[in-house]
């Protein structure tokens, strides 16, 4: 599985950005598919994971009701619309496939992308 995000970029405080994860390969519906991000200096964390199917959705605390988690499994892509920023969630997105029942831990994934660059100015 080849992963590769975009959609990334500079953004105010309060904008919105929507960043997509491409997935090459003819079993992406079968992968739980996450969003990690890392800001400078910090670990990564976890920010959103989408069944297979779509129909369970997790979030971390600091993102409900701002971020949302989507996916098309016949273009093989996830989405992470992201509103309402703050300049603390500057960071470098990444998507990530895994097969196990842990979605919130980055050490459940096995397949990641390359990452998106989001800044957000104050």
């Known amino acids: 599985v080849q992963l590769q995000a975009f959609g990334g970029g500079l953004v105010q405080a309060g904008g919105s950005l929507r960043l997509s994860c491409a997935s090459s390969?003819?079993?992406?519906?079968?992968?739980?598919m996450g969003w990690f991000r890392q800001a400078p200096g910090k670990e990564r964390e976890f920010v959103a994971a989408i069944s297979g199917s779509g129909v369970s959705k997790y979030y971390a605390d600091s993102e409900k009701g701002r971020f949302t988690i989507s996916r098309d499994n016949a273009k093989n892509t996830v989405y992470l619309r992201m509103n309402s920023l703050k300049p603390e969630d500057t960071a470098a997105y990444y998507c990530a496939a895994t097969a196990r029942r842990t979605y919130y831990s980055d050490r459940s994934y096995d397949y990641w992308g390359q990452g998106t660059l989001v800044t957000v100015s104050s």
């Open positions: 390969g003819r079993t992406f519906s079968s992968y739980t």
